[in-house]
Structure formats: structure tokens, C-alpha cells
């Protein structure tokens, strides 16, 4: 596997406000994931964060909302713009790594746990 | 687009008790089924996986069966410990298209002693 981190680890926010979660892997890697975990819910991919080009976002998710930054293989930023209470999820990146196994796991991150007041 | 669904929501087992986690799937393309424990205030982390061409994976005293025909699959976990009191997810996801993860809704167990 591979040494996901990401920051910060949690934060509260005032509605209106803008945050950014970063996610550095000690690995190149190619594919990269934001997902949202709602408190008590299961994960939602939020969008696919491609290096060299615009994220990749799922149904419901819009880059206006949800910025995503790929800069190079090892880290992705994500960004909640315009925050509401709505938005008070765990945001955690996720990576593609293959592995012994001859074909791709994916591996997360630890989260960032986001209150918005 | 994909759904996955998992039932139960909640599992309560006694200690040494098995327990099972069934998932049911939508699309005939996906080709990988993996599962996540995931304890309080910590991240997923993958703990069996288990490919279309494969129907019965084992590792210790977990096991994952997967059905492509009725397209779905299932955890089967033996002999619980209270260490294994966490929510399990599944997931489904076509590899060659990114592998983006579809999940499951959860299974809260819980392990009595």
C-alpha cells in the first residue's frame, strides 16, 4: 500500500466560507478519488481527480462547488466553496495503487472531518 | 449507473458467532467487489477483495462469495472477536473504466462477549 495523508484533519467553518483539503501520497500514482461521508452514511464519490486535466465529477457534484486541483501524481487538493451546514461531511481521498495482486486496490486516506456552523 | 445495496444495516453477533453481509448489484459490467471495515473515526480499509472471474475468496476467518449470474455478493466473517465490531461496506466497480467505487450503504456490527 502506500502512505496517504491529508490536511488538515478537521476544521470547523463558518457558512459562506471556502476550505481546501490536500491529500499527499508517497507514491506516484494515477488515479485519484475525492469521496463524501456524510455523518452516519456511506461514501459518495464526489469526482475522479485527473493529473493534467479537469476533474472528472460525478452526478450531482459541480466544479463550481467542488474544485479539485491535480498537480502532479502524488497530491490533489479539494475545495468546498460557499459552504452551508449541508456541507459538514469527512471528505477523504482515495488512490488507485497496483499491487501484489496483479490487478488495482484502492486505499484511502484518513479524512477530513468538516463542520460548517 | 451502478447501486449497490447491503443488507443488513445492523448486525449483532455473539462472541464466536459468524457473521454475514449480503450485497446485491446492478450493473452486469462490474468486475470487482471489494470490502471496507471501517471503526469509529478512522478511514475504510480494505480488508478482502474479490474479481468476476473468482467465486470464493478466503483469507483467515474471512471469506467473500461472489454470484455474477443473480449479481451479488456476500462477507462472511467466522468465529467473531470484539475487534471485529466496526461498519463493513462493500463496494462495486467496473476496473477497466477507473475503478471509481460504488458503495454500499453499510452493515454496523456489533460482537457481544
Known amino acids: 500500500s502506500a502512505v496517504i495523508s491529508q490536511k488538515p484533519s478537521r476544521d470547523i467553518c463558518q457558512r459562506g466560507t471556502s476550505l481546501t483539503i490536500q491529500c499527499q501520497v508517497d507514491?506516484?500514482?494515477?488515479?485519484m478519488f475525492w469521496y463524501r461521508q456524510q455523518p452516519g452514511q456511506s461514501l459518495t464519490l464526489i469526482a475522479t481527480a485527473n493529473q493534467g486535466s479537469e476533474a472528472t465529477y460525478e452526478s450531482g457534484f459541480v466544479i463550481d462547488k467542488f474544485p479539485i486541483s491535480r498537480p502532479n501524481l502524488t497530491f490533489s487538493t479539494l475545495t468546498v466553496s460557499n459552504m452551508s451546514p449541508e456541507d459538514s461531511s469527512i471528505y477523504l481521498c482515495?488512490?488507485?495503487?497496483?499491487?501484489?495482486?496483479?490487478?488495482?486496490?484502492?486505499?484511502f486516506g484518513p479524512g477530513t472531518r468538516l463542520t460548517v456552523l | 449507473g451502478e447501486n449497490v445495496e447491503q443488507h443488513p444495516s445492523t448486525l449483532s453477533v455473539q462472541e464466536g458467532d459468524s457473521a454475514v453481509i449480503k450485497c446485491t448489484y446492478s450493473d452486469s459490467a462490474s468486475n470487482y467487489f471489494p470490502w471496507y471495515k471501517q471503526e469509529l473515526g478512522k478511514r475504510p480499509q480494505l480488508i478482502i477483495d474479490i474479481r468476476s472471474n473468482v467465486g470464493e475468496k478466503k483469507d483467515q476467518r474471512i471469506a467473500v462469495t461472489l454470484n455474477k449470474t443473480a449479481k451479488h455478493f456476500s462477507l462472511h466473517i467466522t468465529e467473531t472477536q470484539p475487534e471485529d465490531s466496526a461498519v463493513y461496506f462493500c463496494?462495486?466497480?467496473?476496473?477497466?473504466?477507473?475503478?471509481?467505487?460504488?458503495f454500499g450503504g453499510g452493515t454496523r456490527v456489533l460482537v457481544k462477549p
Open positions: 507514491s506516484q500514482v494515477t488515479m
Open positions: 482515495s488512490v488507485d495503487l497496483s499491487g501484489s495482486k496483479g490487478y488495482n486496490e484502492q486505499f
Open positions: 463496494a462495486a466497480s467496473i476496473q477497466a473504466a477507473g475503478n471509481k467505487l460504488t
